[in-house]
């Protein structure tokens, strides 16, 4: 027995996979998602703090323990986490953790717990961000850790950008910008048929809906701001459907690819069902915005059409059939010699090539 238990351990782990003890599956770790921007200096607002509620049920006392992490962000918009203090930006810096009643007793109900953070300063000069880990700790076992709405191993609860009020009004151009929208596309993600998934997609039409409508954004200053996508498509002069991306912080000279698709849940159900007309234009209208601080910059609009309609089968059919007709036309017939029929369309290839193999050997030998 002792034996198998090793095996099946062994195993676990060599797929990367921790073995978790038997109290992880009973304790459960909750955390409040803190706000995605933190503003110092708000006009009557003079001591703005941050609370996160963090809720614990099941049988083993544990300890609460709050961290600040710093994380950079790779071209592809991943996060690297990093400990706290690793940047100039660190939330470390700007942020304190009240003390507070970090030992869970275990209960039938739970407990929850309210952790305050509040700023070392009242007043900052520049942008801070990060993310903020709240860890679970049994009391003489194994650590586990948990973020926003389940239990889970230790991960950042939310990240935070800390920003000075009216920070974006006050800098210099060129130093913090509005995002700036670089591409615009849609693409049916419904493939009706063979000849649909073959064939490639024209510009502007749409063979079938949903589509998924993507935009790329850039932010082309130095400091970070905040930033989303929204959509409205309409039909008849009626709206079908508004969609939007959740904002999400953006790096100094970085870019991001945002995406919806034109679906609606059905109420009552976990069913989608297509928002999308089957035949007749579409207008879809994509609004790029992005704020810092408390300064909303102007968003950029830009108004698509596309136009709906299964053209592809049709298309395919009619240009069979015309290179069938083309064919059976060559076939016929000459009228200079009734019994002689046109050469088919094979043999006036291989007539072709014939010939360019014989100019090609006769060069050859004419070389000295």
Same mark, same amino acid.
């Given at each position: 027995?002792?034996?198998?238990?090793?095996?099946?351990?062994?195993?676990?782990?060599?797929?990367?996979?921790?073995?978790?003890?038997?109290?992880?599956?009973?304790?459960?770790?909750?955390?409040?998602?803190?706000?995605?921007?933190?503003?110092?200096?708000?006009?009557?607002?003079?001591?703005?703090?941050?609370?996160?509620?963090?809720?614990?049920?099941?049988?083993?006392?544990?300890?609460?323990?709050?961290?600040?992490?710093?994380?950079?962000?790779?071209?592809?918009?991943?996060?690297?986490?990093?400990?706290?203090?690793?940047?100039?930006?660190?939330?470390?810096?700007?942020?304190?953790?009240?003390?507070?009643?970090?030992?869970?007793?275990?209960?039938?109900?739970?407990?929850?717990?309210?952790?305050?953070?509040?700023?070392?300063?009242?007043?900052?000069?520049?942008?801070?961000?990060?993310?903020?880990?709240?860890?679970?700790?049994?009391?003489?076992?194994?650590?586990?850790?948990? &973020?926003?709405?389940?239990?889970? !191993? /230790? +991960?950042?609860? $939310?990240?935070? *950008?800390? %920003?000075?009020?009216?920070?974006?009004?006050? &800098?210099?151009?060129?130093?913090? !910008? /509005? +995002?700036?929208? $670089?591409?615009? *596309?849609? %693409?049916?993600?419904?493939?009706?048929?063979? &000849?649909?998934?073959?064939?490639?997609?024209?510009?502007?039409?749409?063979?079938?809906?949903?589509?998924?409508?993507?935009?790329?954004?850039?932010?082309?200053?130095?400091?970070?701001?905040?930033?989303?996508?929204?959509?409205?498509?309409?039909?008849?002069?009626?709206?079908?459907?508004?969609?939007?991306?959740?904002?999400?912080?953006?790096?100094?000279?970085?870019?991001?690819?945002?995406?919806?698709?034109?679906?609606?849940?059905?109420?009552?159900?976990?069913?989608?069902?297509?928002?999308?007309?089957?035949?007749?234009?579409?207008?879809?209208?994509?609004?790029?915005?992005?704020?810092?601080?408390?300064?909303?910059?102007?968003?950029?609009?830009?108004?698509?059409?596309?136009?709906?309609?299964?053209?592809?089968?049709?298309?395919?059919?009619?240009?069979?059939?015309?290179?069938?007709?083309?064919?059976?036309?060559?076939?016929?017939?000459?009228?200079?010699?009734?019994?002689?029929?046109?050469?088919?369309?094979?043999?006036?290839?291989?007539?072709?090539?014939?010939?360019?193999?014989?100019?090609?050997?006769?060069?050859?030998?004419?070389?000295?």
């Amino acid at each position: 027995m002792k034996k198998l238990l090793a095996y099946v351990v062994a195993v676990t782990l060599s797929f990367g996979v921790t073995a978790i003890p038997s109290y992880a599956a009973s304790n459960n770790l909750k955390v409040s998602n803190p706000p995605e921007e933190f503003i110092i200096g708000q006009p009557g607002i003079l001591e703005p703090t941050l609370n996160l509620v963090v809720i614990i049920t099941g049988p083993v006392a544990a300890e609460i323990d709050v961290q600040f992490v710093d994380y950079v962000f790779d071209e592809s918009g991943n996060k690297a986490r990093l400990p706290e203090n690793s940047t100039p930006h660190s939330l470390a810096k700007i942020f304190s953790v009240t003390p507070f009643q970090n030992l869970y007793r275990p209960s039938k109900s739970g407990s929850e717990f309210l952790i305050t953070l509040k700023p070392k300063l009242k007043k900052i000069e520049q942008i801070y961000y990060g993310g903020i880990k709240v860890s679970m700790n049994p009391l003489g076992g194994t650590r586990q850790s948990g &973020i926003a709405s389940a239990a889970s !191993t /230790g +991960a950042i609860a $939310s990240q935070v *950008n800390v %920003t000075p009020y009216g920070f974006a009004g006050s &800098i210099k151009n060129g130093k913090i !910008t /509005g +995002a700036e929208l $670089s591409r615009i *596309n849609f %693409t049916s993600t419904n493939r009706t048929s063979i &000849i649909d998934s073959f064939l490639p997609d024209l510009p502007g039409l749409i063979n079938s809906g949903p589509i998924e409508a993507k935009v790329r954004y850039r932010n082309n200053g130095e400091l970070p701001v905040f930033a989303f996508a929204s959509w409205e498509i309409s039909a008849n002069e009626k709206v079908l459907a508004t969609k939007r991306t959740s904002k999400s912080i953006l790096l100094g000279g970085r870019s991001a690819t945002r995406s919806v698709i034109t679906q609606s849940n059905i109420e009552g159900s976990r069913e989608t069902v297509n928002v999308l007309p089957d035949f007749g234009p579409v207008k879809i209208k994509t609004t790029l915005h992005s704020e810092l601080g408390g300064t909303k910059f102007d968003p950029v609009t830009v108004e698509s059409s596309v136009f709906v309609i299964q053209w592809k089968e049709p298309f395919f059919f009619i240009a069979l059939l015309a290179c069938l007709l083309w064919y059976i036309s060559r076939r016929r017939p000459s009228k200079d010699d009734p019994k002689r029929k046109q050469p088919s369309l094979v043999l006036l290839a291989l007539k072709a090539f014939k010939k360019y193999l014989k100019t090609r050997l006769a060069k050859l030998n004419l070389r000295p």
